[in-house]
């Protein structure tokens, strides 16, 4: 329990007091009443006697008295209503609440620091109030009056007369059978008589002479002369004299109760017709007050309308309390006392010594006495003849029985003269003068003859009293003998069915095992009185079990706050709302964060609902807002109910102050960091034929590596731009911003362009919500960013359509535990500064016709489109936390984060935007294949653009034509043919021979050294004005690899007028193309041993073209057709095919291989100029009607491109690092001797779509870092020449001899020294065989310089014996760099053998 003010030993004494009756004539009560109370009212402050006061018991013996209090009261002769009993201690308990600002005391138990009010003042008024307003009973005499006090005025005209007419009215009161109200102790009541004079207006003389009168007609002992009113009211009150009764009279006294109402039923007091009375308190259980049956009472945790006073009736306690503001209303005003002074206030309790020294006292010591001798006498006599009239009718003695089978003997009755009666009578005066031995022994006795009557209710009282006795009895001679309580308890309870006196047991024995640290039976026994017939008591008496159990030698917490929770609900039952809401908020410390969330969520949602009936709004919206944002494990219809409620409650918010800031809601989360920032129109949808650029859209998940390439593409561009410069101030533009876009800058939006801002909201909860008019909230600072500073800032704008359009959202739904972004735009119409602040939006829930949990839908719901129920208009903010720092030493030891400013955007003067549309774009080609598409531009702003560029890592794969693509005739029957190319009809004879053209890359805007992926677009003008639109046409060619080809194109443009903020702007798109296989070629070169070209110079070859087609096409197989092969090189050209098949057109099915053999010759020097020019000369060889220009666009574009591109590659490779620096250069030398600059462009169509396609492939040789003997050996190039066959007269001359001619030719720009060995290379037989026995003549070996390109001539002769093939080719050539010491051997003698054949004629 909790502390208390008294300790035990002063609260019993205090509780039973002996009464006193007041009987005021009318003119005594009018004097009393200047002072605005009743003559009892008067007395109560001095009610205390301030000494010590003895008497003698019945042995003579002195007995003390301490601190001694009398009753004093109006006599009443109605009992008091138990209704109004009720009232009255409902009145007081909601009265009393904990003081404001006291600070609680902190208890720590385990974990938990709990805050808790030690005291409880509103349990010790209900307490005291219950006490004094016991109603008098016939089993106990411990509220009967004693004495009465007989008042009259000395201002009367017989004042003597009015004393007797006094005295008779209290006999008659006393003794006439109309009246079983109030009880008197013994039939002889002491009667005291007052005279009261008014100093300020009697007559002192003539109140003297009659107080005269009356000692002599009643004696000395029991009259007394008080004068009170020393002070005239109307004088100014100058001095302020203290106020002792305002309280006492804040506790309505139920003695002057007047006819009240008691919630729905109204009781009147009339003094005659007590039938039509009500007993509400058990004493006699009749009527049931609620009217309900048992069944009918709901579950005691349940949440339910009961706990809501404005639509629940529940049960007796449920009284509205306005009464309590009523007294203080009624007190206020008004100073009691005001014509007594502090002389009064003296002779007041000067009066109270004298009355109870004089009169009450010796009264009660003769009463005793008389009492004892009366048992003493009668013992003997009475007892036996009782006994034995009983035996007479029963017949035999009566066995002893246990309580519980002592039902139903409650009724017997005493006569007021019974024996047993006069023993308890003399216990009662005992206890009430302090003799707690005497009183012990005589309830002991008592007891055990009410016990051996059966009569339960007085044994209960003898029980109940003798435990107090002993428990009081000076040195303890015995232990408190709670079991006597507890029998007590149990009788009242069960056998009498007396809850008050039940009641009261319970409140003193538990006082009493507090005082001796019994805090766990005081528990037990206050829990065991709870019960369904009184609210109030129940709450009071769980939350002083609560208190036991929190202070207990180890607190049990959870216990403590369990029973506070179930305090806090009977509270709430007994419409006591305050302290309702107190206990529970007391227990929330003990279930908060504890992870009981269904406890916390209950103890939330009462919280909320009390707060709310009490008008503390806030507190009950953040109850709710706990409720809803804690991750709730609550069923889905409960959630909706708290939802419900929680809109309920905000809305009455809402409405006490509708100009206020919007509140913050708490629902739905908003993941901040998932914020994204689009700037710009959404993409428009592809239309037929046209596709729009893919851009940039919110749609598009983020990839670290594509931005990473944008990013690279951009600065690409501007690099270019910049004079291969990229600017210190260049930040790649970000059209849109996420959490892993770089955000430390203010982002730059556009005038009239729209912002998007994806919001990320989540519903946590299993019921879905309703956002209707959901639009973003922002601020917005006018600027001009023009460069004039003096400008003073404009106003913040919150609000403004004119400055900013904000789009609406009308409604938005987000189901159950879903998480769904709201794509929430704005519109710019004025540069500035913007901040995005948050989101607003009306919150409600979809009401469904769920009731929960008895809860039901609350008033004010109204049905829409999704019938939502109420909704309330509030805001949530977004704030994003930067990226957490970690650069410097600083950073890194604390915990700071950056800047984030996506929602900060500035909006800058107007751009051009451009769009771009694709049509007739392939999404699948054929390795190589061609296709016509065109793009168009459109400027859709108010400003011209310019600048406009294209960007790709894959140049390779579009071309927009050379700069005379525009120019490019088309002949007639280029429609035969894919108008993609340029083409010639050509006459039928030159189908072997190659046909010449030339083109530079110049041509095709690929210069040296420039960035071949950045490529300008061709606009008209190089200017595309507002409004405008140009198509272009563009050639695509299917990329080399088979597979899935994503290829970025970046486009670059600028406004005409330049922008300080912005200089460029960007347009994205992705192309995707799945290439499938077409043709698989392999060209091989070979020299041509012969010599014979226009000129006899060496400079042929041989150009083997293995060409494959591997399509695996599932519609079928596919057959290509070969049209054309053409060469484009430097330095060589094709000159004519040399196996020409019958049938023109090489037709290629699937699977097929053919193998083409061409001849290539060097380019003469007037076609291959010089180097610097950079011309390539383009051959083309024809196997179909038409020559396709191969110099022209597309065909040529594409070559350049492919070229660049290799170069590119080749760049890219690391280069060993060499050694020594000589043999650098002599790999070099040897390389470009043996790299054959000849690219072979093949052309070929499939026949059912008739699309001429190509194929291009470089040959150059792989660049090893060391050459390889092969290339070195093909340094020198050998031919020999002879006659085919020779006739010689073998008959006539044994010997034959034939001149052979060895041309050596260095293919070199080195000098080269070379050494021709002549003798025969014996290496096996095979080898003679093969070269028969011939001899060469002369020198065997010959040692010879060559010059750069230089061609030598060697005569030699051979020597033959007879006829024969003979193999000339046997001349080994060794070969040297002049600088070089390495020696190799040609290979020429390998490739092929010089047969000559000797005829004998």
Sequence with gaps: MAQCVQSVQELIPDSFVPCVAALCSDEAERLTRRNHLSFAELLKPF????????????????????????????????????????????????????????????????????????????????????????????????????????????????????????????????????????????????????????????????????????????????????????????????????????????????????????????????????????????????????????????????????????????????????????????????????????????????????????????????????????????????RSLFSATKKWFSGSKVPEKSINELKNTSGLLYPPEAPELQIRKMADLCFLVQHYDLAYSCYHTAKKDFLNDQAMLYAAGALEMAAVSAFLQPGAPRPYPAHYMDTAIQTYRDICKNMVLAERCVLLSAEILKSQSKYSEAAALLIRLTSEDSDLRSALLLEQAAHCFINMKSPMVRKYAFHMILAGHRFSKAGQKKHALRCYCQAMQVYKGKGWSLAEDHINFTIGRQSYTLRQLDNAVSAFRHILINESKQSAPQQGAFLREYLYVYKNVSQLSPDGPLPQLPLPYINSSATRLFFGHDRRPADGEKQAATHISLDQEYDSESSQQWRELEEQVVAVVNKGVIPSNFHPIQYCLNSYSDNSRFPLAVVEEPITVEVAFRNPLKVPLLLTDLSLLWKFQPKDFSGMDNEEVKELVTGEPKMIGTEVVSEFLINSEESKVARLKLFPHHIGELHILGVVYNLGTIQGSVTVDGIGALP??????????????????????????????????????????????????????????????????????????????????????????????????????????????????????????????????????????????????????????????????????????????????????????????????????????????????????????????????????????????????????????????????????????????????????????????????????????????????????????????????????????????????????????????????????????????????????????????????????????????????????????????????????????????????????????????????????????????????????????????GQTQYKLQLKSQEIHSLQLKACFVHTGVYNLGTPRVFAKLSDQVTVFETNQQNSMPALIIINNV
């Design 47 to 382: 009610s205390r006697l301030t000494s010590e006061v003895h008497m003698r018991d019945p042995n003579n013996q002195l007995h003390i008295i301490k601190n001694l209090k009398i009753a004093v009261s109006n006599i009443i002769t109605q009992p008091p209503q138990p209704g109004a009993i009720r009232k009255l201690l409902n009145d007081v308990v909601s009265a009393s609440q904990p003081a404001e600002g006291l600070v609680a005391n902190v208890i720590t138990a385990g974990d938990y620091d709990l805050n808790i009010s030690a005291t409880t003042p509103w349990f010790e008024s209900y307490r005291e109030t219950f006490l004094q307003s016991m109603p008098a009973s016939d089993h106990e005499f411990l509220n009967h009056y004693l004495a009465c006090m007989l008042v009259a005025s000395s201002s009367e005209a017989e004042p003597v007369e009015q004393f007797s007419k006094l005295s008779q009215e209290q006999h008659r009161i006393q003794h006439n059978s109309d009246y079983s109200y109030p009880k008197w102790f013994i039939p002889n009541t002491l009667k005291y008589y007052v005279l009261l004079h008014d100093v300020s207006a009697g007559d002192e003389q003539r109140a003297d002479s009659v107080y005269e009168e009356m000692k002599q007609k009643y004696g000395t002992q029991c009259c007394y002369l008080l004068k009170i009113n020393s002070r005239t009211s109307n004088r100014a009150s100058d001095e302020q004299i203290p106020d002792p009764w305002s309280q006492y009279l804040q506790k309505n006294s139920i003695q002057n109760q007047e006819s009240y109402e008691d919630g729905p039923y109204a009781i009147t007091a009339n003094k005659n017709s007590d039938s039509n009375l009500f007993s509400l308190d058990g004493l006699d259980n009749e009527v049931k007050v609620d009217g309900l049956p048992n069944n009918f009472r709901t579950h005691s945790l349940q949440l339910d309308q009961s706990s809501d006073p404005s639509n629940s009736f529940d049960g007796p306690d449920h009284v509205k309390s306005s009464s309590s503001h009523e007294t203080k209303k009624t007190n206020t005003g008004i100073i009691h006392g005001a014509c007594l002074t502090l002389t009064d206030h003296d002779r007041i309790r000067q009066f109270i010594q004298e009355f109870t020294f004089r009169g009450l006292l010796p009264h009660i010591e003769k009463t005793i006495r008389q009492l004892n001798d009366q048992l003493i006498s009668r013992k003997g006599l009475s």
């Design 860 to 1337: 004010g719901c109204h049905t829409g489109k999704y019938s939502s129920s109420m909704s309330v208009r509030g805001r949530q903010d977004l704030e994003i936390q930067g990226p957490r720092l970690n650069n410097t030493k600083e950073e890194k030891t604390s915990i700071k984060y950056g800047p984030d400013r996506r929602l900060d955007p500035i909006i800058t003067e107007e751009m051009p935007l451009l769009e771009v549309f694709f049509i007739h774009f392939p999404t699948g080609l054929l390795c190589g294949e061609i296709r016509k598409a065109y793009v168009e531009f459109v400027n859709v702003s108010k400003c011209p653009l310019t600048g406009l560029k294209v960007v790709s890592k894959r140049p390779e794969f579009f071309t927009f034509g050379g700069n005379t693509a525009v120019l490019t005739p088309l002949s007639p029957s280029a429609s035969e043919n894919c108008s993609a190319y340029k083409t010639v009809v050509t006459e039928s004879t030159s189908m072997c021979t190659a046909l010449i053209s030339s083109a530079s890359s110049l041509d095709f805007g690929i210069g040296i050294g420039s960035q071949p992926e950045v490529i300008p677009v061709p606009l008209p003008d190089t200017v595309l004005l507002p409004g405008a639109s140009v198509q272009l046409p563009m050639w695509l060619r299917g990329p080399d690899e088979e597979g899935v080809h994503e290829i970025n194109f970046l486009f670059y443009y600028e406004s005409v007028k330049k922008q300080p903020k912005i200089r460029h702007r960007i347009l994205r798109h992705t192309a995707v193309i799945c290439t499938s296989r077409s043709l698989n070629v392999r060209a091989t070169v070979c020299r041509s041993n012969s010599l014979e070209d226009e000129e006899g110079r060496g400079g042929n070859m041989l150009v083997f073209v293995d060409v494959e087609n591997i399509n695996t096409s599932e519609a079928g197989v596919k057959e290509f057709h070969i049209v054309q092969v053409s060469s484009s090189s430097k330095h060589w050209k094709l000159q004519k095919s040399v196996n020409l098949s019958e049938n023109k057109d090489a037709k290629l099915a699937s699977r097929e291989k053919g193998k083409f053999c061409f001849k290539a010759v060097r380019c003469k020097e007037k076609e291959a100029v010089t180097q610097s020019s950079e011309k390539y000369t383009f051959a083309d060889i024809i196997f179909g009607n038409e020559q396709i220009v191969s110099s022209a666009s597309p065909c040529a574009d594409f070559f350049h491109r492919s070229l660049s591109s290799e170069l590119k590659k080749s760049r890219a490779q690391p280069s060993v690092h060499k050694v020594k620096q000589s043999l650098e250069d002599a790999v070099r030398v040897i390389q470009k001797c043996s790299e054959v600059d000849l690219n072979i462009v093949i052309l070929w169509k499939e026949p059912p779509e008739m699309e001429l396609l190509k194929f291009v492939r470089p040959e150059n040789t792989t660049v090893s870092s060391r050459p390889s003997v092969e290339q070195l050996s093909s340094l020198i190039k050998t031919s020999l020449h002879y006659p085919e066959s020779f006739n010689h007269p073998f008959h006539q001359k044994s010997l034959c001899f034939v001149p052979v001619t060895l041309l050596l030719s260095n293919c070199s720009k080195a000098d080269v020294d070379v050494i021709v060995d002549l003798r025969h290379k014996t290496t096996s037989p095979e080898a003679l065989e093969i070269h028969g026995s011939f001899t060469w003549l």
